[in-house]
């Protein structure tokens, strides 16, 4: 009896080891190749110990493109989007999950339909509106198109569907104000949804590429995906070692929010799929 | 949780603030102006050269600022710009082949030149003004070409007994090809990748053209020929496929391919990319397609256009002027590996020298394979053709019919652009 339980279980083991080694093996190698000179990276079979070019390819690599101010740019719009994304976010899909108010459901449906536009549709308008603001090379021109998405406010719709009324009703009968309600007793209940899209937000907005490679023209206010992808290209010389290193600075901060964040994200994920 | 709003509300007054302040930044910097300010769209090596051209240019131009601007090379960041018919650089650049389909699909964006660059009319290599010409009307200066030849390795050809000299048409290098995985079986004699690249050396080397007298000609005996020839390299087992472009550096490095079918731009990254292999290459003209044939084609190159946008049309045309009608200009593009168009340049020093990774006066070789290139018109079909064509070579190099799959292809070109198809 205990035979195939056992075998089972290898197998199972022997596939879950497989799966990780294919998925962990291009970003170790991303790490590894960060540290070779060009003319290793390629070897046949691939050197898989770091070597000591790292430096030289992080120099090389500022030498050739604003990779710093890139990174800050890309850290100063990530992070301003997502903190005031998840806040607006959450103060709307607060009211369409709390509150009852007149054509509620129709304003509901058409956050929805701005769901199902393509991006690629709204960009000629929005080139020329953000030109007419004067907000080309500004970095909000990059963080407002995407704030309080549709998304987002569903996301959160739903997680705050699940909070008992009976609480908010408490509150509001120990006299608090309904910004309070929600500062004090929404918000903080609203964590882990709130980190879930904090992550969502902030990958999308790390690495989103078209819009800010339309009107962020100066290379010193570019982002880092822009910068990255302008390194490899067909009709010249790639400094492989140089995009390895770049590849490896873009890739740090979301390593690090995610793991942070991740308990939060799992249960987060989840949370609206069940009504409390 | 107090902590989380007061958190939440800072950082909604720096958004605020951040807004009032750069906006503030820009009223400054347009009160402070006295001086013309051109901005130029280019990309990757190119805008590179071009932003090192800016020191030189206002030794000579003093009161004209320079912006470089770096594009992709998809065009996502000029496009928008062109069709609002506002925001757009003073200067463009885009591919030689894609200028036509430029022109067409947004007339009166770029400038008339047709007067400024009469005087250049001979210092340029006669093709290269093929794609920026319209109604006899020149809108863009030809910036670099791309002639082609065949980079080989010595020392393995020298191995399997094959004399480079007796490889004189493409027949003698699949042969050639056959010889060399005697010796060496795992080597394969070329590759190709997932585009048309090698599709339109072979094309232009027959003198076809992807557009003729207005028409989509994709289904040409021309085409035909070079389809053929591609096809034959790969049922042979000569040339295999290594997808895009860092594809072939692996191939390379690893001795998987003893020779290359790329233009001179492709001389850079072998002696970088494939640094250990100096000495090992040797560079002569690609085979003919019979004895005696055309032995030079063209792939690549870029153009230079003023933008019609421009507040300062006179002096971005005193840029582009400089950078490519100049030695000083050209010296540094040919450091970049921008293989100059314009001619009068190749009796200069620097454009002389000699490359230690090959062992040869190397742009001197390529400036002799740009005599007999033949015009090519692309018509305004690139922009939308990228697709098709790479399904056409697809399907043949997978075995459909070649006229079948040309037909398709013309077909299909033919409804994205609006223009008929050549019976």
């Known amino acids: 009896m205990k035979g195939p339980s056992f075998l089972k279980k290898s197998a199972g083991y022997l596939f879950l080891i497989i799966a990780s080694i294919a998925s ?3 970003f170790y190698w991303m790490f590894v190749g960060s540290t070779l000179s060009d003319s290793d990276i390629f070897q046949s079979p691939p050197k898989l110990l770091p070597s000591g070019e790292f430096m030289n390819n992080i120099t090389g690599l500022a030498d050739s493109a604003p990779i710093w101010s890139a990174l800050g740019n890309s850290l100063l719009i990530s992070t301003i989007f997502t903190i005031a994304t998840l806040y607006l976010c959450a103060i709307a899909g607060y009211a369409f999950a709390k509150y009852e108010f007149k054509g509620k459901n129709i304003m509901f449906v058409i956050v929805l339909v701005t769901m199902m536009l393509p991006h690629q549709v709204t960009l000629i308008p929005l080139f020329k509106m953000i ?5 080309q090379d500004q970095p909000q021109a990059v963080i407002l198109p995407a704030l309080a998405n549709a998304f987002g406010v569903f996301f959160m719709r739903q997680n705050m569907m699940s909070i008992p009324t009976e609480m908010i009703e408490a509150a509001r009968i120990d006299g608090a104000s309904e910004l309070s309600i929600f500062h004090k ?8 949804p709130l980190a879930a899209l904090g992550i969502l937000s902030f990958i999308q907005q790390w690495g989103n590429y078209l819009w800010p490679l339309i009107i962020l023209q100066n290379r010193e206010s570019t982002t880092l995906p822009v910068l990255l992808s302008q390194l490899v290209a067909p009709g010249q010389v790639v400094y492989y070692g140089q995009v390895l290193a770049g590849t490896v600075i873009s890739i740090v901060p979301v390593l690090i929010l995610f793991l942070l964040l991740q308990k939060y994200f799992i249960s987060g994920i989840y949370g609206g799929s069940v009504k409390g | 949780m107090k902590r989380l709003s007061v958190w939440l509300s800072l950082l909604l007054v720096l958004t605020v603030f951040l807004t009032a302040c750069s906006s503030g930044k820009d009223e400054k910097a347009s009160s402070t102006e006295g001086k013309a300010t051109i901005t130029v769209a280019s990309w990757n090596a190119a805008a590179d050269a071009l932003t090192e051209q800016i020191e030189g240019f206002n030794k000579k131009y003093p009161d004209i600022k320079v912006e470089v601007l770096h594009t992709d090379t998809g065009y996502s960041k000029v496009t928008p710009a062109l069709a609002a018919g506002t925001g757009a650089p003073d200067i463009i650049q885009t591919q030689a082949r894609d200028f036509p389909a430029f022109l067409q699909k947004f007339p009166d964006q770029f400038v008339d030149i047709t007067d400024e660059t009469k005087k250049y009319k001979d210092d340029f290599i006669e093709s290269s003004w ?26 393995l050809f020298e191995k399997a007994g094959i004399d480079v000299e007796s490889v004189k048409t493409w027949d003698d290098y699949i042969e050639a090809g056959k010889k060399l995985k005697e010796t060496f079986p795992d080597t394969a004699m070329t590759l190709y990748t997932d585009d048309f690249n090698l599709y339109e050396i072979f094309l232009n080397q027959l003198g076809g053209s992807y557009v003729k007298d207005g028409k989509i000609n994709v289904n040409s005996p021309e085409s035909e020929k070079a389809l053929l020839l591609q096809k ?12 895009d472009g860092n594809g072939r ?13 790329l233009p001179v731009w492709y001389a850079g990254t072998l002696s970088h990319s494939v640094e250990k292999q100096a000495g090992k290459w040797g560079i002569v003209p690609i085979p003919a397609f019979e004895v005696g044939g055309n032995t030079q084609a063209n792939l690549g190159g870029s153009v230079l256009a003023v933008s019609k946008q421009s507040k300062n049309a006179d002096a971005a045309f005193k840029f582009i002027e400089y950078v ?18 314009y001619t009068p340049f190749y009796k200069s020093e620097a454009f002389n020298s000699k490359d230690e990774y090959f062992g040869m006066e190397l742009y001197p070789f390529f400036a002799k394979q740009t005599t007999t290139i033949k015009d090519m018109e692309y018509g305004p079909i690139m922009l939308d053709a990228t697709k098709p064509l790479k399904d ?3 399907g043949v190099l997978a075995g459909n019919d070649v006229k079948k799959m040309m037909g398709t292809t013309a077909e299909s070109i033919s409804k994205s652009t609006k223009l008929k198809v050549n019976h």
Do not use: C
């Open chain 2, 130 to 155: 093929k794609s920026v010409t319209q109604d006899q009307k020149i809108y863009a200066m030809p910036w670099d070409v791309g002639p082609t030849a065949l980079y080989y390795r010595t020392d």
């Open chain 2, 324 to 341: 490519l009608t100049t030695d000083e200009g050209q010296k540094i593009m040919l450091k970049y590996g921008l293989f100059p168009s």
């Open chain 1, 131 to 135: 030109i007419g603001f004067g907000w």
């Open chain 2, 392 to 394: 056409m070579i697809d």
């Open chain 2, 232 to 243: 034959k390299m790969k049922d042979e087992g000569i040339a295999i496929n290594v997808h």
């Open chain 1, 185 to 192: 007793i929404i918000l903080p209940t609203s964590l882990p």
């Open chain 1, 24 to 26: 962990v093996y291009p």
């Open chain 2, 249 to 261: 550096i692996p191939a390379l490095t690893n001795d998987k391919v003893a020779s290359v079918i």
